[in-house]
């Protein structure tokens, strides 16, 4: 559906003079963690399916993937 398909509506933050003002301090923090996750962890994707793409105030998958957040073990990480 075309309706929703603007570049505007795509960041929550919103974009020019008017955006959000903590919108870098966000994405920042939002960086740190995935980054945090995935240095810690395999990501996999449950089944062979091919994934489409919708627009709805977001971008997104669709369907949306089943992931499989496996730890990493490592023989030099001591956490107490």
């Excluded at 920042?28 to 963690?33: N, P, T, V």
């Excluded at 995935?34 to 091919?50: Q, R």
């Amino acid at each position: 559906d075309g309706r929703y398909d603007h570049p505007l509506m795509r960041d929550g933050f919103g974009f020019g003079p008017r955006m959000c003002l903590g919108a870098r301090v966000a994405r920042l923090e939002l960086e740190s963690a995935v980054s945090a996750i995935l240095g810690e962890h395999f990501v996999s994707v449950v089944g062979d399916e091919c994934y489409g793409i919708k627009n709805h105030a977001s971008t997104f998958p669709d369907p949306a993937p089943s992931l499989v957040f496996t730890p990493i073990i490592s023989s030099t990480s001591t956490r107490s």
